[in-house]
């Protein structure tokens, strides 16, 4: 049996990669090999590996990496803490291929790690950009470290092979957070307000707002602009999920439970609300605000509205349920009422995919280990 290593750091790339574990876990010519790091060992996150272990899956190994700082030296320290470790655990675990998703600083060590010993990587989610966050650097340095890629849209297909990787190991798939909304069972509103204990008795946003990492010292201005305009829109309650581990997410969470704390019956927050309730939530949602992917990959497949702030997220391919605006209060109040004041429920076009994702990875995976890998590319010439 092949194994087959997934590496998790953050509670949203566990949910978008589930279901491509659970088909490498059911392959009979597969072992599973799941590695949990990052915010999913950190109480201050919520401890979210647990929410793999009750899923059913068994976590291979934990790797502690995370430190309690979130300045650009803690997190470079973090870095070079992931680097090293991930050595020593695949020196152990000896996998025969790497899964990892996206663009955060663990999965870069990770991926580091694994090139360095000759481990073959495949990646989801190349070629994207996000202009607004170091993330971008990384995203496109993992692609030069990975050995499979499998893209989210056509285009984001044409930058990978740009970037000098052969055509013949580079796959449009889709997006892979489609498929459990397609998949997935989930709550009705009733159910959900039993699930979260908040009453959404009105019409309510979700609202993730992270780090702009690539400026300095905005998150406080810009979040603070945020809740003010939020403050002035009638009737309109919040489900908040807490900023992730990047440099100044500290100073965002703190905010959030301050404003939670003084606004009880009008806003809940959460470390972690799980997939299911996530994505219940974002079903009946009037509107998406923040910054996080979320809103441009998964909320138009409900024809959900998202209003999408500043530039973290700039350079994605956009459906036209997404709004943009600068992270200004009155910018960000008109844009979230033009939102909600727009219906999309029935003529979204999401340039994403169907959501039949998992499946063609997994095909292209086998094909691949039922073979000889050499780990000597060729820059690919256009």
Known sequence: MKKVCIITGTRAEYGLLKPLIIKVEKDEDLELQ???TGMHLSPEFGLT???IEEDGFSVHEKIEILLSSDSSIGISKSMGLAMVSFAECFGRIKPDLVIILGDRFEIFSAVSAASVM???????HGGETTEGAF????????TKMSFLHFTSTEEYRNRV???????????NVGAIGIESIKTLNLLSRKELEERIGFQLDSKYALVTFHPVTLESNTSQSQ???LLSAIDRTKNLKVIFTKANSDTDGRIINQMIDDYVKNNRNKAIA????????YLSAMKYAAAIIGNSSSGILEAPSFGVPTVNIGDRQKGRIQADSVYNCEPIEENIYNTINRAIRNSFKDNINTPYGDGSVSR?????????????ISMKKSFYDL
């Open 161 to 171: 092979i740009q970037l000098g990787e052969d055509p013949s190991r580079v796959f």
């Open 223 to 225: 979040f603070k602009s």
């Open 135 to 142: 993330d971008e650097a990384f995203r496109h340095s993992i």
């Open 49 to 51: 590996y647990k929410e």
């Open 118 to 124: 000759q481990i073959p990587v495949a990646h989801l």
């Open 34 to 36: 799941l590695i949990a």
């Open 360 to 372: 063609k990875i997994l095909k292209n995976i086998k094909e691949l280990l039922n073979g000889p």
């Open 270 to 277: 959460f470390k972690s609300m799980g997939q299911l309730r």
